[in-house]
T-cell receptor, first 109, second 115 residues
Framework: SQQGEEDPQALSIQEGENATMNCSYKTSINNLQWYRQNSGRGLVHLILIRSNEREKHSGRLRVTLDTSKKSSSLLITASRAADTASYFCATEGGSRLTFGEGTQLTVNP | DVKVTQSSRYLVKRTGEKVFLECVQDMDHENMFWYRQDPGLGLRLIYFSYDVKMKEKGDIPEGYSVSREKKERFSLILESASTNQTSMYLC??????????????FGPGTRLTVL
C-alpha cells in the first residue's frame, strides 16, 4: 500500500489564489519530499523537509511537517497558470522512496 | 545540473517482443531506480540498484529484469512484452545516503505501448 497519500486528488483554482495540498503517511520518516510532474514528463524535486523541521520555504512554496499527526502540507502562494501540474509527496520506506498518487492542480488564467 | 536521460520518449512494440529501456545519468550517482506510472496507481517501483551489477526487486518486478553493467547506465528489460505492460516508465537516480533517502532525479519518461 502507498505510504504517502495526497489530498485532494484534484484542485482547480484561479491564477493568483493560493493552493494547498496535503499528504498523510503511516510510519516514521527521516524526511519527506515533494515533487512536481508536468503532463507527460518526469518528476522534478521541489523541496525536502527533515523530520526535525516543522516548516520550510522555497520561493512561493511553503511546506509544513507535523510528525505527531504524520502529515505534511504544500502551499503554493500566488499561483500561476504555469503551476498547473501534478504534485506528489514521497516518504521513505527502507532505503527507497514511496510516492503517493498525487494531487492534480489546475490553475486557470 | 543533474541529467538523467532515457533512450526513447515514445515506444510501440508488439506482444511477445523483447524490449530494452535504457537510462543514463551523468552525476556519478550510486542509486538508480525504475518506476512505472499508471492512472490511479501512482508511481510503482519495479527495480532499483545501489551499485554496479547489483539489483533489488521493488514492488512489481514480475515480467521485468534489469542490468547495471556500468555505474551510469541502468537498463530495464521486458523479456516478453504484454499489453498490461503498456505504461509510462520513469527512471531516476540519487546519491547514496546512508542516513536517509536522498533526492531523486528523474528522466523525462518513456511512454511504452504494447500492441
Amino acid at each position: 500500500s502507498q505510504q504517502g497519500e495526497e489530498d485532494p486528488q484534484a484542485l482547480s483554482i484561479q491564477e493568483g489564489e493560493n493552493a494547498t495540498m496535503n499528504c498523510s503517511y503511516k510510519t516514521s520518516i527521516n524526511n519527506l519530499q515533494w515533487y512536481r510532474q508536468n503532463s507527460g514528463r518526469g518528476l522534478v524535486h521541489l523541496i525536502l523537509i527533515r523530520s526535525n523541521e516543522r516548516e520550510k520555504h522555497s520561493g512561493r512554496l511553503r511546506v509544513t511537517l507535523d510528525t505527531s499527526k504524520k502529515s505534511s502540507s504544500l502551499l503554493i502562494t500566488a499561483s500561476r497558470a504555469a503551476d498547473t501540474a501534478s504534485y506528489f509527496c514521497a516518504t521513505e520506506g527502507g532505503s527507497r522512496l514511496t510516492f503517493g498518487e498525487g494531487t492534480q492542480l489546475t490553475v486557470n488564467p | 545540473d543533474v541529467k538523467v536521460t532515457q533512450s526513447s520518449r515514445y515506444l510501440v512494440k508488439r506482444t511477445g517482443e523483447k524490449v530494452f529501456l535504457e537510462c543514463v545519468q551523468d552525476m556519478d550517482h550510486e542509486n538508480m531506480f525504475w518506476y512505472r506510472q499508471d492512472p490511479g496507481l501512482g508511481l510503482r517501483l519495479i527495480y532499483f540498484s545501489y551499485d554496479v551489477k547489483m539489483k533489488e526487486k521493488g514492488d512489481i518486478p514480475e515480467g521485468y529484469s534489469v542490468s547495471r553493467e556500468k555505474k551510469e547506465r541502468f537498463s530495464l528489460i521486458l523479456e516478453s512484452a504484454s499489453t498490461n505492460q503498456t505504461s509510462m516508465y520513469l527512471c531516476a537516480s540519487s546519491f547514496q545516503n546512508l542516513a536517509s533517502t536522498d533526492t531523486q532525479y528523474f528522466g523525462p519518461g518513456t511512454r511504452l505501448t504494447v500492441l
